[in-house]
């Protein structure tokens, strides 16, 4: 069965480090999410990017966030220079022209 | 603007015992509902969803209809099991057109069955 997969599972930087979050999207999905959930706290949403282009940000994704659909398999968060309260659960999540979403296992970022 | 708001836990219970996990949201229009499940360690997956009003939805025992009258989307399950034991999160989709699907999440329940 296809799956969303994430790497690493754990990322720990320095703040200030710029940071690279990897996830590879089921293949014939069309709708590309990013969502972070800090310790004990609710997943939020971050962004979603469809047809190579941002669909949509929340307010937690400012100009230190930025997206990439590289090379039509891999879908990127990076975090130019990262914060102490940049640590957190983010998960990468996919889908099709339905809305169900599926959500990969997850990158837990350790920002020191 | 649009939400979820889910009982606060933890909740605690033993196992055969009954659960409810109570969610309302606010939202324009009719949106999609759904209860997602985190095990320790795992990520988020789809326990079951329900796309307008009046439906169940329902997997591995676990139920829940959609009220929109009481804008509520309450989950069920009649006899909890020991692996039951994870964090259980309420979120819709706002129709299409008003945005391009992101979910909007509860803060989550943590249910923990103890044997």
């Known amino acids: 069965e296809p799956e969303v997969t994430q790497t690493p599972s754990h990322q720990v930087t320095q703040m200030g480090q710029e940071v690279i979050l990897r996830c590879v999207p089921i293949s014939n999905h069309l709708y590309f999410y990013w969502y972070r959930q800090i310790l004990g706290q609710k997943v939020e949403f971050l962004v979603s990017f469809y047809n190579n282009e941002i669909s949509e940000k929340s307010e937690i994704f400012d100009d230190q966030f930025s997206v990439e659909r590289p090379d039509g398999s891999n879908f990127t968060l990076k975090i130019r220079s990262t914060k102490l309260e940049d640590s957190a659960m983010y998960f990468c999540?996919?889908?099709?022209?339905?809305?169900?979403?599926?959500f990969g296992p997850g990158t837990r970022l350790t920002v020191l | 603007g649009n939400s979820v708001t889910q009982m606060e836990g933890p909740v605690t219970l033993s196992e055969e015992a009954f659960l409810t996990i109570n969610c309302t949201y606010t939202a324009t229009g009719y949106p999609s509902l759904f209860w997602y499940v985190q095990y320790p360690g795992e990520g988020l997956q789809l326990l079951l969803k329900?796309?307008?009003?009046?439906d169940k939805g329902s997997n591995k025992g676990f139920e829940a209809t959609y009220r929109k009258e009481t804008t509520s989307f309450h989950l069920e399950k009649g006899s909890v099991q020991v692996s039951d034991s994870a964090v259980y999160f309420c979120?819709?989709?706002?129709?299409?057109?008003?945005?391009?699907?992101?979910?909007?999440f509860g803060k989550g329940t943590k249910l923990s069955v103890k044997p």
């Open positions: 329900a796309t307008k009003a009046d």
């Open positions: 979120a819709l989709i706002l129709p299409y057109g008003g945005s391009q699907g992101n979910l909007i």
């Open positions: 999540a996919s889908r099709n022209r339905g809305n169900e979403q599926f």
